[in-house]
């Protein structure tokens, strides 16, 4: 593990969501802070170099994500506070309760409404995704933890250019569209490193997206361009999974997007051996896409014991996946996205680094 | 009051949402069940006759929502509770939790997703208007209700037509749109009483809105028509208020609804003269549409006492409304709407119709 450096930013340590609104009931939910600290110490532990994420300005956030999202995201928790919701209510934290959906917007234009509590919605589409004090600092740091880790392999931090960098991101980022947070996710520190990627060389760029869960967010944010290719492994959404309504098979991108975009919905129960048979397949596309530079959506919530899904997959299973990404042998930033079984966490991102970086 | 019979409906008392889910805080409602006791009582004393809704088929109410929205109302409640939702987390009410934005979607068709808890976000908009066991029963029944007072003004019912009907609705319905239920709104009574009036001889048919909040759900169902007309005054979304994204001035229709669609948003504050002026406006504009008939959406939550909205109208100022109104002339079917203010909720619907029928 010596040769992938580790970044974090201790800010991570800082979102605490406090729950989750399911189907109209809080809940504690699993992405905690110790999530991080369980990973980075499985690292360290097998010889990871930790290297702090530095700031990066918001040029290459700004280019994937609306600029007046960017700035919901840094003000709202202050609104909300500013606003009383915490005497009102009780309520510290953000959360939506309406939403504009086509079946109340009726074709209209969207709007931004004034009363924050409406705003609120605008942005988020679901309950789960709670925006506390600390959460600002760490969605930031997740962004500035990847643009580092791009750094990194582009030589542009301290010391040579590595092939393989691993940002330890919280929040994760993947459910993060161009203008919408859910699914826990709030920024989208992927398809911000892809995006540091094209900016710094690489005319092609390849996104492997092996989180449990369709990264929608990803996907929309560059479903049009011919430039970033997506493609995910995934519990099938039709089967009632998160995010219900994207990650289907027919998605393939759009206008110049057309082709460059491949989800492979799996069923509830895939194990090792259909997890790698679809991962292969995707890493086949990728080959004949020749990208410059690649990033790899480390979620290992699709192992065993992970509470969040049902799939299968052991920890040689992930390392397999690490030599299978490798093997493709370009510059790559692995950026962390879920995973919630605390006990098996770090041991399932170490086998996937070990393999990637082999 | 004898001049107006009151239909209602008995399942009417059978939708106990529980409770509101406001900002991810669950809460006490104000859409209760005793709103439909006190304005009874308050309408026997002042000697109207009650009459049982009778039911009805399906015709008119799928003239005005999508059947598989209707489908999805009379089925999911069911449905939550097979799935187990009562023991997996105690949730015996359906709330969505994840919603199908614009954010979310990214211009990919609206699916309707498998789960149970996905689907919900389908057809509910937010996260306050909760299903029970009773509110299948209560729904269906105020849509009798307001076609019950459709048949009493057509003279299809026993006895003959009177000029003014009122149609006790609980839930109230202007905010279901023609897929979709939120703000304490399921199917929209007011649109099936226009509707129905339609069908049975008028050829143009007018909504007028007085509830506090604007009737986003009438509004969209007949955005595109130019038979119905639909006017509303309600205290401006751009101040903050529900429903936040729809209810504003250039809202005036679309293709051949253009024109035929009229909003005032009202400040914070308003009370008698600016609200009946605005009235007076509304007015003036539906006998220039030269309707065969008419629809109250009676919302008596303008109230100055009202929890709901910041108007100020006076209980003298709902009966200059009802005369306003009556000055059309023209059969009319009044829908109950919100109201919430259990103590003067009934003088206030018993002072409207007063003025509505003299």
Same mark, same amino acid.
């Given at each position: 593990?010596?040769?992938?450096p ?6 991570s340590? /800082? ?8 189907v109209?009931?809080?809940m ?5 802070a *110790?999530?991080?600290?369980?990973i ?17 300005? *918001?040029?290459?956030?700004h ?8 700035m ?6 202050? +609104?909300w !506070?500013?606003?009383?919701?915490? *005497?009102l209510?009780?309520q ?14 009726g074709?209209?234009?969207l ?8 705003? =609120? ?8 995704t709670?925006?506390?004090p600390?959460?600002?600092? +760490? !969605?930031?740091?997740?962004v ?20 393989v960098? %691993?940002?330890? $991101?919280?929040?994760?980022?993947h459910? =993060?569209t ?6 826990? $996710? %709030?920024?989208?520190?992927?398809a911000?490193?892809a ?13 492997v997206?092996i ?8 996907q929309?944010?560059f ?5 970033v ?11 009632g999974?998160?995010?219900? %309504? ?19 919905p ?9 997890? /790698?048979?679809?991962?292969? *397949? ?5 080959s ?8 790899? @959506?480390?979620?290992v ?12 997959? @052991? ?8 030599v ?9 930033? +692995?950026v962390?996205e879920?995973? %919630?079984?605390l006990?098996t966490l770090?041991?399932l ?5 070990t393999?990637?970086?082999?």
């Open positions: 593990m010596r040769n992938v580790v970044v974090w930013s201790e800010a340590l /800082l979102h605490d969501p406090g729950a989750e609104v399911w109209g009931v809080p504690q939910g699993t992405e905690v *110790e999530r991080v600290t369980v980075r110490d499985a690292l360290v532990a097998a010889g990871a170099e930790l290297v702090p994420a530095t700031g990066h300005d *918001e040029t290459v956030l280019a994937v994500h609306d600029p007046d999202f960017v919901h995201m840094a003000t709202i928790h202050d +609104a !506070m500013g606003a009383g919701f915490k *005497e209510v009780g510290d934290r953000v959360v939506p309760y309406v939403f504009p959906t086509e079946a109340l917007l074709g209209l234009p709007r931004t409404p004034t009363a924050i509590h409406g705003r =609120a919605g605008r942005y988020g589409y679901d309950t789960m709670l925006i506390g600390g959460s600002w600092a +760490a !969605m930031r740091g997740a500035d933890a990847a643009l580092t880790a791009v750094d990194l392999v582009r030589g542009a931090a301290a010391g040579p250019a590595v092939r960098a %691993y940002a330890l $991101c919280r929040p994760p980022g459910h =993060a161009p203008s919408g947070y859910g699914g826990s $996710c %709030y920024l989208n520190n992927a911000v490193a995006e540091g990627l094209r900016r710094t060389g690489a005319a092609k760029v390849a996104i997206d989180d449990a869960h369709h990264g929608n967010g990803t929309a944010i479903y049009d361009r011919s430039d290719y997506y493609g995910s492994l995934h519990v099938d959404p039709g089967a999974w998160f995010p219900h %309504y994207v990650g289907y098979a027919e998605e393939r991108g759009r206008g110049a997007g057309t082709g460059s975009n491949r989800n492979l799996l069923a509830e129960g895939t194990g090792d051996d259909g997890w /790698l048979a679809a991962l292969t *397949e995707i890493v086949t596309e990728v004949e896409f020749e990208p410059q530079a690649l990033v790899v @959506s480390l979620g919530d699709a192992a065993l014991d992970d509470p969040e899904s049902p799939l299968r997959v @052991s920890r040689d299973g992930y390392h397999r996946a690490g299978l990404l490798g093997e493709l042998g370009i510059p790559t930033v +692995a962390q879920g995973g %919630y079984h006990p770090g041991g991102v170490v086998a996937t680094l393999g990637l970086a082999s």
